[in-house]
Each structure stands twice: as C-alpha cells, then as structure tokens.
C-alpha cells in the first residue's frame, strides 16, 4: 500500500514533471489539483505541447484524473493558413507508415482539423489523430474516423485481449474486466498508473475487430 500523497505534493511533482519535459513550457502551464484531480490551465504555442502538458501530468504518481483547460494561442509567426495545414495532414498522413491514408479525409477550418472516413482497426483511428496533433498551425483535432474491421465473435475478440493484458500489463491483466459486444469493447477495473492503463488500452486497439474503445478504467495508485 502506497503513502497517499497530498495535493500539494502532487502539484509539485506535475511541475517538476512539466520542467524535465523539453515539449513543454513550464511558465506557460498553470496547476491546481484537488482530491488527486489535476486542472491544467494557461496558454501555449501549439496544440502538441497542450498534448504534451496532459501526458506529463498523467505519468505522475497519484494523480487520478486531468483536466485540461490550456488554450492554444499560435503566434503570428507560427500562423499557417488552412490550406497550408490541409496539405500538411495530407503529408504526414502519407509518410505514417501505420495510418491508411486513402481512407482518411480531412477538414480544416481556423486551424481545427477534422478527420473523417473509415479503417479497419482501432489503432488505425488513433493514429492519424497522433500524427496531426503533432504540426505546427493545428489548434485542435476532432476524429470523426470510423473503424469498420470484419465482424468478429466477440468471445474469440475477448481472449485475444486478454492474452494481450497478460502479456503486456501484467499484474494488472487479472484486475480489468472485458466486456464485449457488436464490436464494441468495454473495459473497467482499476489500475496503478496511467502507463499501466495505456498498456491495457494499446493492447485492445491493436486487436481485430475492434471498433469501438469504452474506457472507463480508475487509476487508483493507492488500491
């Protein structure tokens, strides 16, 4: 059983998290936790480095859920048109050796890119939202992908991610419950961490026949 720490202490380790990470500003990042909640709030440059701020704040230890309120500011000199960011999706969407893009269209408008069209796997979808995030000019990503994989058993889709926990989560594979249907996979149960329930998700978006994540894992570091 892990020593509960206290708000202050859990603001104090997302900062110092915040300033071992290069993507991120800390001056440009405010906190404040409550109960193990943690709100991030301030403006930053590009969307990749709000991602960047919520991902630092989820690998510290006792925090249980983020809340992200950064506002995307891009400066003038970093300001691509539209159609400059159109044809940068474009781009990244064809040298991402993991994303389909044939089947992925896109839509830009005031720097918000809006994905739609259809693949055949979960990762698939979270992928092409990965590597847009990531280019200058973007100010946010709505993913409207559709997964549309072959209609599997649904018992047969629940032992291959069970096998999958087993492998790649480990202690926790046997704390997470599975819950399939028309494709659809539902996990509950609690956690540790957010590196250990990112294991459990990635596991289940790389299976076939998944077309839809309900993740409703806790992470509970003092369970």
């Not at 409550?34 to 919520?54: C, M, P």
Request: cysteine-free; hydrophobic content about 40%.
């Amino acid at each position: 059983m892990q020593i509960m720490k206290s708000d202050a202490q859990i603001q104090k380790d997302v900062f110092d998290e915040l300033r071992w990470d290069t993507r991120v500003e800390v001056t440009d990042v405010g906190v404040e936790v409550e109960t193990g909640v943690v709100t991030l709030t301030g403006t930053v440059s590009s969307y990749a480095k709000k991602i960047a701020a919520q991902e630092a704040a989820h690998r510290v230890a006792g925090v249980l859920d983020v809340a992200n309120d950064i506002r995307v500011h891009v400066p003038n000199t970093l300001v691509r048109t539209d159609s400059d960011i159109a044809q940068a999706v474009r781009n990244a969407l064809i040298w991402d050796a993991f994303v389909p893009e044939d089947q992925i269209r896109s839509t830009v408008s005031d720097g918000w890119v809006t994905l739609d069209g259809d693949v055949d796997r979960w990762s698939q979808r979270t992928d092409a939202e990965r590597v847009v995030s990531h280019l200058q000019g973007v100010r946010g990503v709505i993913n409207h992908i559709v997964v549309k994989g072959p209609s599997v058993d649904s018992k047969a889709v629940r032992e291959t991610i069970e096998g999958a926990l087993e492998r790649r989560a480990e202690r926790e594979a046997n704390r997470i419950d599975v819950r399939v249907e028309d494709g659809t996979v539902t996990l509950s149960g609690r956690v540790h961490t957010w590196p250990e329930r990112n294991a459990v998700v990635q596991a289940v978006s790389h299976t076939p026949g998944v077309r839809a994540v309900a993740d409703e894992i806790r992470v509970d570091p003092y369970s």
